[in-house]
């Protein structure tokens, strides 16, 4: 049974633990998120050169614990030109990452990461 994201959309932090590319150890990381679909999204403003995309990018199967649930899932690069900017506004908006009217430069150019929850 697939779980219900939707219940953490009000939560500020999700941790998102990732395997060192090198050592093989975890590596947590307290990260903004947002729910679209019933999936996470994370925004990496060092883009891929930021360790745990680095690490995700090598072994894309990721811890995530939002309010102390801890749930196995499986991270990705997002390629979906229609999600894209649903999920950038939807950041901006939950973030209040805004530069006058318009979404902040991170909220527009920050590398957009999907992470599937409850696999693995």
């Given amino acids: ?3 219900d994201l939707s219940q953490f959309e009000k939560e500020q932090y999700c941790y998102l633990t990732t395997r060192g590319r090198k050592t093989g150890n975890p590596h947590e990381i307290e990260i903004w998120f947002c729910v679209h679909e019933n999936s996470l999204y ?3 403003g060092g883009m891929d050169k930021s360790d745990w995309v680095r690490n ?3 072994d894309p199967n990721v811890t995530v614990r939002i309010a102390g649930q801890t749930f196995p899932a499986v991270a990705s690069l997002l390629d979906d030109k229609l999600t894209e900017p649903l999920v950038r506004m939807k950041m ?3 973030y209040n990452e805004w530069e006058g ?3 902040s430069e991170w909220a527009k150019s920050a590398l957009v990461v999907r992470v599937d929850v409850g696999v693995s």
């Fill in 1 to 3: 049974m697939p779980i």
């Fill in 42 to 44: 994370l925004l990496s």
């Fill in 56 to 58: 995700l990018l090598k």
């Fill in 92 to 94: 901006a908006i939950k």
């Fill in 101 to 103: 009217r318009s979404p």
